[in-house]
């Protein structure tokens, strides 16, 4: 399988030592009921900032490529493509793919946001969102990204891409949320990936129904037509009015 090697070199990122602390095991009561109130706080935070962004498609992919890499240049493609069919795209708000998706969504005109992660490294928020939010937590980032989606484009990435894919598969199988479309962009890039899936249908660890979830393609137009398939006809999307602001409590869009 051939793959483009041209990414960007990153370090990786030193651990949220709060974070890492809390899933090494029980903490004193005090202090695990405080990072509650913490991890209360940012999805407070996560539900004001996105509550008025309109109806989402999630881009997951690298944050290391580069622009005029092919996948940041079809994820580029793919934002603007969303972006044209109306709806907002959001993404994890920092470099390569995400960059790119949001870079096509705004260049199109449409609205592009971000669910940033806070790295003691700083990840600072890429230039092309038109709105973000600083999540300390990368399970609640996750969540957020999935909580405003009506659909999921996955370009190539590594273990945080898998991870994030994984998870709204498996929300869409045990219908903790509906039927949403999942697009994997790049078929080269994803074979292996398919092919055990493959190997999963034939132990029977899962059903070849729910490969329904899945498109495979190397097409934005494609993907689009899925799409447009899978959750605007399905769920009958349509513009809804605009949330009523209540200024007292500090709401703007």
């Not at 890039?189 to 059903?207: N, P, R, W, Y």
Request: some cysteine; glycine content about 8%.
């Amino acid at each position: 399988m051939e793959v483009e090697k041209k990414t960007e070199e990153v370090t990786l990122p030193k651990p949220n030592q709060e974070e890492k602390s809390f899933l090494e095991g029980p903490q004193s009561r005090i202090v695990d009921f405080i990072f509650l109130m913490k991890i209360i706080f940012e999805f407070i935070k996560g539900f004001r900032k996105l509550h008025f962004v309109g109806q989402c498609v999630t881009v997951f992919g690298s944050a290391r490529f580069k622009e005029g890499h092919k996948s940041y240049e079809l994820a580029r493609k793919m934002g603007g493509a969303l972006a044209n069919m109306g709806f907002t795209v959001i993404t994890g708000g920092g470099p390569g793919i995400m960059e790119a998706a949001n870079r096509g969504a705004k260049e199109a005109g449409g609205v592009s946001v971000g669910c940033n992660i806070v790295l003691p490294q700083e990840q600072r928020p890429n230039a092309y969102l038109d709105k973000w939010v600083n999540i300390r937590y990368f399970f609640v980032r996750k969540v957020l990204l999935t909580k405003y989606s009506y659909a999921f484009v996955v370009m190539p990435g590594g273990f945080g891409t898998m991870d994030e894919l994984f998870e709204a598969l498996t929300l869409i199988q045990t219908n903790f949320i509906k039927r949403f479309p999942v697009v994997l962009m790049d078929i080269n890039f994803h074979k292996q990936l398919c092919e055990h899936f493959d190997v999963m249908i034939a132990s029977g660890t899962i059903l070849e129904e729910d490969m329904k979830l899945l498109l495979f393609t190397d097409s934005v137009e494609e993907a689009i037509a899925h799409i447009e398939k899978n959750a605007v006809e399905q769920f009958h999307l349509k513009r809804k009015k605009p949330i009523q602001l209540f200024s007292w409590l500090g709401e703007r869009r």
